[in-house]
């Protein structure tokens, strides 16, 4: 039988007597505290407050549309009933505000975190992204890292003047690292913030010690876990590489609705009135287990990891030096003109300089990092109409 724990009696009664839902926790953002790059553009009115503008400028990039055909874990299986990151953002936004609105935080500015925080993700998952951050090591001595480059699409690609805390909450998202408690960090100003995004670019290391400076940016971090945890468990179940009985119950349930249901309401039980996120022992070693077997079980499969190394990888290698030739020979007809120098190029906010004057390796990272799937494997064939390298799907009827 499913397991679905619920909430104490005592903090139901607080939450009723605080007027759940009605009035902001001490502990939430206060948006009269917003700082943005330009702080004379985006002046927030009764209708566009400044978080909703943050929201309203995350769902209108141009890139928000690729969610819709980027890996969220399973590459190379056509079956829409598995997750793309459009589904995986949207999860993460619904896991957070849920907690968040329970602590009576800010779910705007929650919002855009949330939404925003992939949105800078390579094609294939993360091993799209380990590949790409290799090219670019070994071309121009810098990292990528897909939550840092999430920050370059909506503050240097498209310069959007998004606010200072929904970047910081975006940059540090880092969904790979479970912690049992979340404290925000301050962060009064861009200067500070740039200083530790340049530092991530020349160590990946440095990613891993970003602290959202909210609350609500703490909420986005654990709820990015959550929201992946039992779901890529029903999605491997669905691509047939392994069974819903496979999986240990650690206490915490097993099942996709457990995990989600049993962490929100521990989450909740833990942090409530207080100024950090947290949960309690026995609930984070079982996260941190269920973790583990997901790796062991589904992240780490051989075939998987195998048709990464015989495709994906020679493909984007190629296409990086095609790519990076063509621009800086000045080749116009080539796609990194046309189909991203150009299409980035219509955006009619202000730049500070021009956006052919990036460096050409950031360039062609920008480029491929935007790119979907589908359109990569297109793309190589354009560019490649003789290679015998191809991208072996799996089919519904495989």
Do not use: W
């Not at 897909?146 to 920050?151: C, E, G, L, R």
């Amino acid at each position: 039988m499913p397991y679905y724990e619920s909430l104490s009696e005592n903090i139901v009664k607080k939450m009723k007597a605080d007027g759940y839902g009605a009035r902001l926790s001490p502990f939430a953002f206060n948006e009269e505290n917003i700082v943005r790059r330009n702080m004379e553009r985006d002046i927030p009115n009764a209708i566009r407050t400044a978080c909703i503008r943050d929201v309203d400028k995350i769902i209108h990039c141009p890139y928000y549309c690729r969610y819709a055909d980027k890996t969220q874990v399973f590459s190379f299986y056509k079956n829409d009933d598995i997750s793309r990151r459009s589904l995986h953002v949207q999860l993460v936004s619904r896991t957070a505000r849920t907690i968040g609105k329970a602590l009576g935080l800010n779910l705007d500015l929650i919002e855009a975190m949330a939404l925003g925080h992939d949105i800078g993700h390579t094609p294939f998952g993360h091993a799209g992204e380990k590949i790409l951050d290799e090219l670019y090591f070994s071309h121009a001595g810098k990292h990528f890292s897909h939550n840092i480059h999430s920050v370059r699409v909506l503050d240097g690609i498209f310069p959007y003047n998004i606010s200072l805390q929904t970047l910081s909450g975006i940059a540090s998202h880092d969904g790979e690292l479970e912690l049992a408690e979340y404290r925000p960090q301050e962060l009064n100003s861009f200067e500070e913030f740039d200083k530790q995004i340049a530092l991530c670019y020349e160590d990946k290391a440095n990613v891993r010690k970003l602290v959202p400076s909210t609350l609500e940016g703490c909420v986005v971090r654990i709820s990015d876990i959550i929201a992946y945890l039992g779901k890529d468990r029903q999605d491997a179940e669905r691509a047939k590489i392994i069974s819903a009985d496979s999986f240990e119950n650690a206490g915490i349930g097993s099942i996709n609705a457990e995990l989600m249901n049993n962490l929100v309401v521990n989450i909740i039980e833990n942090s409530y009135g207080k100024p950090y996120i947290k949960m309690d022992e026995e609930h984070f070693e079982a996260l941190s287990n269920a973790k583990k077997e997901n790796y062991s079980l589904i992240y780490l499969d051989n075939k998987v990891q195998e048709e990464i190394n015989r495709s994906i990888k020679p493909m984007m290698a190629e296409m990086y030096e095609k790519l990076l030739s063509n621009l800086l020979s000045g080749n116009k007809n080539s796609p990194i003109f046309t189909h991203h120098i150009d299409y980035v190029n219509k955006s009619y906010y202000k730049r500070e300089k021009l956006y052919l004057e990036t460096e050409p390796n950031q360039i062609v990272v920008d480029y491929i990092a935007s790119m979907t799937d589908d359109y990569f494997v297109d793309l190589y064939a354009n560019l490649f109409p003789d290679s015998n390298l191809e991208v072996k799907y799996k089919g519904y009827f495989d």
